[in-house]
């Protein structure tokens, strides 16, 4: 990245961003949610396009001069709707948080009831979590994980969508390493009357290069970020059938937002482009296996993983056995220059800021040009960290000798 300006005006933002593009660039980023956007991307979020306002939507805006930016958002939707086969995609949404709202919004009154995975068993906060807005607002009803498959049990979400009535059942997790049944979710919706919702988040960029089943054929709405799996530009955007398209828009502007970032929306069209290709199924695929290989050398040494193993781009790694918490776990190997987060495992003791387990991905290592060779050495890695902290320094060195063999952006 070229901040030679931004050194000029302000050399200590300058400095930070020098600071984090290091802290990347030197580190193992085994953070689930994370990717490293291409430089293409970063160009056109960076563009001109940041400075135009066009509040409303392509031949519909309330400021002239939107000739370009309505062709560019007409652009990002085509490729959208193509991509993952779909009716109508709104490519606004700023986040998936608010892509999320929006449907909540466009469908629910306060008060009413929602049927969604719970935080602690993988779900994300606007999953009805009383520290958000969608927990203050709605009368949220959760499913958890199978004691004992720890996977999620389509009859216990059947029984309380019998027992609940939501108006709507949502799928779609943070930390749930396995395939989710859209299908049988959407059996269930409509014997009940609920509308189903996916929130594909973590799994977009999974299941636009069909190494996950896509829940468009299934869902009435399907929202997402557009920066985890799917390794586009900082956003979300919503799918919805035709029929609910109307409010949806209506709902995202005028109802929640203003201006759409245009900057953004470009580059949501150059990353539904990336992911149109067959080089990004190449890369999915690999992102999958090296899952799968961690995962297996992590239970080789000794490690427990939720639900025994994973079939997308994370793990949740139960840590009880170690003594020793999912935040301590989250310092030591980020001493040793590997980043991840503490998780909570399912039936939770230790609470959520200290947490019984991490929680590790492989899209972004994948990015880098990793395969299961990185992946059996990096096992060894979190197992040297975990087992003795005395072996940080030496790891950090293996550590940044694979990054230095792997850079993030080609110089
Ligand atoms: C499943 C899921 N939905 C929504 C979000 C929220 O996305 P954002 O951080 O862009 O608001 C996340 C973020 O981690 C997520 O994991």
Redesign the pocket.
Known sequence: MDIACVEKIDPKVARIIKDEEQRQENGLELIA?ENNASSAIMAVQGSVLTNKYAEGYPSKRYYGGCIHVDEVEELAMKRARKLFNAEYVNVQPH???SA?MAVYFACLKPGDTVLAMSLSHGG?L?HGSNASFSGKLYNFVHYGLSPRTEMIDLNEVADLAKKHKPKIIVA???AYSRIIDFKGFSKIAKKTGALFMV?M??IAGLVAAKVHPSPVPFADFVTS?THKTLRSARG?FIISTLEHSKKIAKQVFPGMQGGPLMHIIAAKALGFKQALSSSFVLYQKQVVKNAYVLAENLIKKGFRIVSGGTDNHLIVIDLSNQSISGKHAEEILEKAGITVNKNTIPNEKKGPDITSGIRVGTQLLTSRGMGEEEMIQISEFIYDVIDNPLNINSVHKKVMDLCERFPLYKK
């Open positions: 949610s986040s998936g948080s999320n994300h606007t779609g997790a943070s929130d988040a973590h970020t979300g």
